[in-house]
């Protein structure tokens, strides 16, 4: 696994473009110019992996954006030593960038081929992520309470067993909706029955999937 001076070079030129697209929290703009997101591509896509865009990682997955991930991370507002679940674990990027940040991350990828190659991915970058395979609606609720939530698939509406296991003054983050786009969402829960929704524009996500593929 190499990460040279090149890919350094790279990588902080996407972050300042990640900058310039509105990102100002040099947390977050710390943890893309460390994590090295050639290493969740193919080797023959050193060039992609740096340019702000989705690509695909099979499975009908992709990783995402690098600013859909600052942006999205930024909405969370996570701070250093917070429990974060992911759903939709995919290539592990977004994971990696919240373990860069000190949250302590548990992630959830339904399908299976995509949850064996991030497994041996992030053993061998030497990140301490919980990696489990399940069906993201069911979330973890051995491992709850979490401080934070993250949803990186398109959900119908806010999963009912997510909230669940969302502390009280905890924060989810999901992109919301059936179609095409979908309305990125913040969702603060001050209480059981208590939730205050916002909205953060349009995204495209690919659709989150229920139970595990077998």
Same mark, same amino acid.
């Given at each position: 696994m190499n990460d040279s001076?090149?890919?350094?070079?790279?990588?902080?030129?996407?972050? *300042?473009?990640?900058r310039a697209k509105?990102?100002?929290? *040099?947390?977050?703009l710390n943890a893309l110019q460390a994590v090295p997101r050639h290493f969740f591509l193919d080797s023959s896509f050193v060039e992609i992996a740096y340019q702000d865009k989705p690509f695909p990682i099979g499975a009908g997955q992709t990783i995402s954006q690098p600013y859909t991930v600052a942006f999205q991370t930024e909405l969370l507002q996570v701070e250093k030593g917070n429990k974060v679940l992911e759903v939709g674990t995919g290539s592990g990027y977004q994971?990696? /960038?919240?373990? *860069?940040?000190?949250?302590? /991350?548990?992630?959830? *990828?339904?399908?299976?081929s995509l949850y064996r190659k991030t497994k041996q991915l992030l053993n061998e970058m030497k990140y301490s992520i919980k990696l489990f395979y399940g069906d993201g609606y069911e979330g973890l609720p051995a491992f709850a309470p979490f401080d934070r939530i993250l949803v990186t698939a398109a959900a119908p509406q806010v999963p009912r067993k997510l909230l669940d296991q969302l502390k009280i003054g905890g924060m989810m983050v999901v992109p919301l909706g059936k179609g095409d786009t979908q309305i990125m969402t913040r969702v603060v829960k001050h209480g059981d029955d208590e939730l205050e929704k916002q909205e953060f524009g349009n995204f495209r996500f690919v659709p989150m999937l229920g139970d595990k593929e077998r």
């Open positions: 001076y090149r890919h350094k070079g790279l990588r902080k030129k996407l972050v *300042e473009q990640v509105g990102i100002r929290n *040099e947390e977050i994971a990696c /960038v919240l373990a *860069e940040m000190g949250a302590r /991350v548990f992630t959830i *990828e339904r399908h299976h």
